[in-house]
T-cell receptor, first 114, second 112 residues
Framework: ETGVTQTPRHLVMGMTNKKSLKCEQH?????MYWYKQSAKKPLELMFV???????ENNSVPSRFSPECPNSSHLFLHLHTLQPEDSALYLC?????????????FGEGSRLTVL | TQLLEQSPQFLSIQEGENLTVYCNSS?????LQWYRQEPGEGPVLLVT?????EVKKLKRLTFQFGDARKDSSLHITAAQPGDTGLYLC????????????FGGGTRLMVKP
């Protein structure tokens, strides 16, 4: 596989469920990101990891919990979500952070919270 | 956080027409990127512009960075159905650790 891979592509969950989104990059990049894409809103940066260390947390509610076990894998653990959390969650990677370099995105995980 | 406004938000045209989409801000960016996102896919980088007044061409797509590095435009000549997608601009924000700030996007539909 090449590029950035996200699973699952689609997820439907109730407000009391616990689920996780997974992202894997095969590009040898050091930085990984979670973005939220909602209708009629700009892409919202949620979390940034650089060399497995979290460097950005854009005031994201604690019901979203990221995990980065190594530079190639990134998870987003979901718990007690709200219907307004329904969105496309995009993972991205880049060579480094803070350089304005190209972001390589996965295809996204479409989340629906009932 | 610097804001990027894109216009128009939606555009539906016939194959063969020309179009221009805009990306504007009141703030200066050190560089600006344009991405295209097709349905069911993630955004893919088209171009990065760095110098004020810079013009870059990618086949039928022409990108321009404003002289003051506050705005950018994307012009498509003779649009084709394959150009359909969401066009996103993203500015490198010096006040946010050089992270990218995204605009709201222009959703383009090119009808055959």
């Amino acid at each position: 596989e090449t590029g950035v891979t996200q699973t699952p592509r689609h997820l439907v969950m109730g407000m009391t469920n616990k689920k996780s989104l997974k992202c894997e990059q095969h590009l040898g990049h050091n930085a990984m990101y979670w973005y939220k894409q909602s209708a009629k809103k700009p892409l919202e940066l949620m979390f940034v990891y650089n060399f497995k260390e979290q460097t950005e947390n854009n005031s994201v509610p604690s019901r979203f919990s990221p995990e980065c076990p190594n530079s190639s894998h990134l998870f987003l653990h979901l718990h007690t979500l709200q219907p307004e959390d329904s969105a496309l969650y995009l993972c991205a990677s880049s060579q480094g952070t803070g350089t304005g370099g190209e972001l390589f995105f996965g295809e996204g995980s479409r989340l629906t919270v009932l | 956080t610097q804001l990027l406004e894109q216009s128009p938000q939606f555009l539906s045209i016939q194959e063969g027409e020309n179009l221009t989409v805009y990306c504007n801000s009141s703030s200066v960016f050190s560089s600006l990127q344009w991405y295209r996102q097709e349905p069911g896919e993630g955004p893919v980088l088209l171009v990065t512009v760095v110098t004020g007044g810079e013009v870059k061409k990618l086949k039928r797509l022409t990108f321009q960075f404003g002289d003051a590095r506050k705005d950018s435009s994307l012009h498509i000549t003779a649009a084709q159905p394959g150009d359909t997608g969401l066009y996103l601009c993203a500015g490198e924000d010096n006040n946010a650790g050089n992270m990218l700030t995204f605009g709201g996007g222009t959703r383009l539909m090119v009808k055959p």
